[in-house]
């Protein structure tokens, strides 16, 4: 039988998920989190919270960390997702761009931007043509350098290609791992734009980010997660007003004030 197309209208819902690592280190507890289609979700969250572990879940890379989801569910739209297949994500219309631009150092741009596409099966050359015009479009900067090796581009170009890569396989949720780590001001508000940009597009998007400030004003929603397990949730410009969030996330002082 074939596959059906991926759902439009499809959103993703994890419920009450716990992940444990190896046999005893639990990531997760009971977490849970909606994004409707076409909303952005942030995920904040001190080093070691599990951000990345959520993604992992969804996208189906757990496996390969040797995590597994031990308990609750993640749908997206009628696909039922378990953390071990990430072909089946994929499929579904759900991809990850992970932590730290795992660009192919020695392939070029172009190279890159065709391994993005795999695990789809065969495609019309017209839609591959019409994803990688779509990433051009979006990333000039790539459009000027299709034949430059990626371990040659610079920080933020090497972030670009990472989402560039992502959107070949046309996704409909677009998971982001830290789209701004250790990319300069400017290039963090660049990368920003094109967030929104993608996401005004039709792309709901999860994105994890420390920079909270940058996250909170791309989403409607935000989740805080604190060892392993939610510690505040709801709308992203209440988030931004809560104590917690402003001294704890966006670097203010009780006061108000920015911390030194
Ligand atoms: N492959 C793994 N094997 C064992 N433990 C892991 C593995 N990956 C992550 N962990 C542990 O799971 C917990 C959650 O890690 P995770 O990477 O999801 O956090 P994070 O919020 O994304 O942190 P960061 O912001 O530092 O990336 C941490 O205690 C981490 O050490």
Known sequence: MPEAPPDDRAALHVENVDVTYGRALSALRSVSLTVPPGGVVAL??????GKTT???????????????????SIRYGSTALDGRDP????????????????VFAALTVEENLRTGGLGLGRRRPAQVQEARDRVFTLFPRLAERPRQAAGLLSGGEQQ???????????????????????????????????????????????????????????ADHAHV??????????????????????????????????AA
């Open 160 to 218: 670009m290609l990472a989402i560039g890569r992502a959107l070949m396989a046309a996704p409909r949720l677009l998971l982001l791992d830290e789209p701004s780590l250790g990319l300069a001001p400017l290039m963090v508000d660049r990368i920003a734009e094109v967030v929104r940009e993608i996401n005004t597009q039709g792309t709901a998007v999860l994105l994890v980010e420390q920079n909270a400030g940058m996250a909170l004003s791309l």
């Open 44 to 49: 904040l969250g001190a080093n070691g919270a």
């Open 54 to 72: 959520l993604l992992r879940a969804v996208s189906g890379t757990l496996r390969l960390h040797r995590g597994a989801i031990t308990a609750g």
């Open 225 to 258: 997660l604190e060892v392993g397990e939610t510690r505040l949730a709801g709308p992203a410009a209440e988030l931004a007003r809560t104590d917690a969030v402003r001294r704890l996330y966006l670097g203010e002082s009780a006061d108000g004030q920015e």
């Open 87 to 102: 072909v089946r994500a994929v499929r579904a219309g759900v991809v990850q761009v992970p932590e730290g631009r795992r």
